[in-house]
C-alpha cells in the first residue's frame, strides 16, 4: 500500500537509547506514548533548573528555558505516523470493509512559567497537525483536522500545585483548551490513540493538599472540524464534576472518588432520541504490592433520558503478576469488565451505560466494541525481550450484557441493533504487538489483530472475521 512505503520514511534506524532525565514511567499499553505524558501540561522539569542538570541529555535546554530571573520556558514536540490496514472492518458491513490510511501528526507545545515561591502564572499552547492520507470513503475528524488548536489555556497557582510535590498543599484555577485524563480514562479521556485527540473548553480547578488531589471541572468537549482552524466548542454537550485522589492503607496504592455530570440535547439510543441528563458515581482502587497489581473500577449512573429514567452501572477489573527475576520479566494480567445494558425498551428506564468520553482504543489496537451493554474477558501476557524491545500477547471474548440491547462502539454509537437475535456472544479477538524503544525519544511498534465473530455477529448481518495491520512510529520530547 502506499501508505505502507511512506511510513517506512519515517522510521529510519536510530541511535542507542539513554535515559531522559524527567521522564516518567513507561506506559503499559502499546498504543500509549513511550516516554513523558499524554497531556503534556502535568510533566515538572524544576529540576532542571540546575545547569549540570540540563546538560546531562540534549533535551534538556529545551525542556528548562531560563527567560528571566524568577520565570522559565518548557518546549517539545510529537511526531507520529501511523499506518492502518484493515480487511473487513466491522465484520464485512463497514462502508469501506477493506481500507489501509495513514495518519500523520505533529504536537508541539511551549509552556511557559512565571514565579518560582507562593504564587505563579502559567501559559501552556499546543498547536496540531494531523493529516490523513488513504481512509476511505473519506477522512472524519478524528483523522483529520489539518491545522488547529489543541490545547491552549492560562492558569494560576498558589503554593506548591504545580510543582509535582505530595507533601505541600496548593490550589491551581485554570481556564482555556486542554486535553482531561482523569484515572484509567474510563469515563474521561485524551482520545490520544487516533489521529486528533480530545480536547475540552472551560475551567478546571485542582487542589493538592499532602498527596491528596481534587480536581473540580466545567467543560464542554471540542468538535474537531476537518479543515484548519475550524475546531469549535460542542454547545449540545457539557460535562461538570470533582474527581478526588487520596492515598489508600499501603505503599503505591490509591483511592479515586468522583462525580461527573453530563448533558447530551440530542443523544440517541436505540431508535430513540431526546435531551440526556446523566450523573455519574463512581470509585477506583488501585495499587500493587509484593509483584501483585490491581485496578478496580465501578460506577454508577442515575439521570433522564427523553422522557424517561436512567439506570446503568459497570464494574471493571484488572489483577495482574509481575515476575521480574525470571526470564524476559513477564507481566500477566486479567481483566474482566460488565458493563450494563438497556433490558426492555419502551419500559420508561434506559439501563444503557454511557462511557462519556472514553479512551480511543479501549480494549486494544483493534477496538471495534466499545464499553456499552457488554461482558468482556481479557487476559494479556507482556514482556520485556530485551534492548529496549517489548511485546504482548493478549486475548479477548465479548458477550452482549442485555439481549434486548444491540453492540456500540467506543463513541457510543450503535453498531448492530438487537433485531431479532438472541445470542448473547459477540466474538473472540487476538491480538500480538511488538514494540521497541529505539531511544528515550523514540519508539516503533506493530501489531496484528484479529476478532472472529460469535453468534450474536452471525444473527444480525455480515460475519467474517476482521483483521488490522498497525504500524507506527513516535517521536516525543
Known sequence: MRSLALLAICVAAPVAAQTEPGAAPAATEAWQAPTLTITRYDEHWTALADPAERAAHWTGRFKYVPVGAEAWLTTGVELRARNEAYRDSLWGGAEAPDDGYLWLRAMPYADLHVGTGAIGVRAFVQPIAAYAIGVAPSAGPVDETRVDLLQGFVDVRLGDADTGSTAGAGVTVRG????????????????????????????????????????????????????????????????????MTVPAVGAGSGLDLYY????????????????????????????????????????????????????????????????????????????????????????????????????????????????????????????????????????????????????????????????????????????????????????????????????FIRQTGPAKTITMLGLESNFRF
Open 176 to 243: 482555556g483548551r486542554q486535553m482531561l485524563s482523569l484515572g484509567t480514562e474510563r469515563l474521561v479521556g485524551t482520545r490520544y490513540g487516533p489521529n486528533v485527540p480530545l480536547a475540552f473548553d472551560g475551567l478546571r480547578g485542582l487542589v493538592s493538599l499532602r498527596g491528596a488531589t481534587i480536581s473540580l471541572l466545567a467543560v464542554r468537549p471540542v468538535a474537531a472540524g476537518t479543515r484548519s482552524f475550524d475546531d469549535r466548542r460542542f454547545r449540545g454537550k457539557a460535562l461538570w464534576g470533582a474527581y
Open 260 to 455: 461527573l455530570g453530563y448533558r447530551n440535547r440530542a443523544a440517541t439510543f436505540g431508535e430513540r432520541t431526546g435531551r440526556e441528563v446523566r450523573h455519574s458515581v463512581g470509585a477506583r482502587l488501585f495499587g500493587g504490592a509484593a509483584g501483585w497489581h490491581w485496578n478496580i473500577e465501578g460506577v454508577a449512573q442515575f439521570g433522564r433520558f427523553a422522557g424517561g429514567r436512567i439506570a446503568a452501572w459497570t464494574l471493571g477489573s484488572e489483577v495482574g503478576r509481575s515476575f521480574p527475576d525470571a526470564p524476559l520479566t513477564p507481566d500477566a494480567v486479567l481483566r474482566v469488565n460488565i458493563v450494563s445494558g438497556d433490558r426492555r425498551a419502551g419500559d420508561g428506564r434506559l439501563g444503557t451505560f454511557n462511557a462519556l468520553f472514553p479512551k480511543g482504543k479501549y480494549f486494544g489496537e483493534l477496538s471495534p466494541v466499545g464499553p456499552t451493554n457488554i461482558v468482556s474477558v481479557n487476559p494479556r501476557v507482556a514482556m520485556a525481550i530485551g534492548s529496549g524491545v517489548s511485546a504482548s500477547l493478549a486475548g479477548m471474548a465479548y458477550w452482549r450484557y442485555a439481549r434486548a440491547d444491540g453492540v456500540y462502539d467506543i463513541p457510543g454509537q450503535l453498531i448492530r441493533a438487537p433485531g431479532t437475535a438472541t445470542a448473547r456472544f459477540i466474538g473472540r479477538e487476538v491480538e500480538a504487538s511488538l514494540a521497541w524503544q529505539a531511544t528515550p525519544e523514540l519508539e516503533l511498534s506493530t501489531s496484528l489483530s484479529a476478532f472472529a465473530p460469535g453468534g
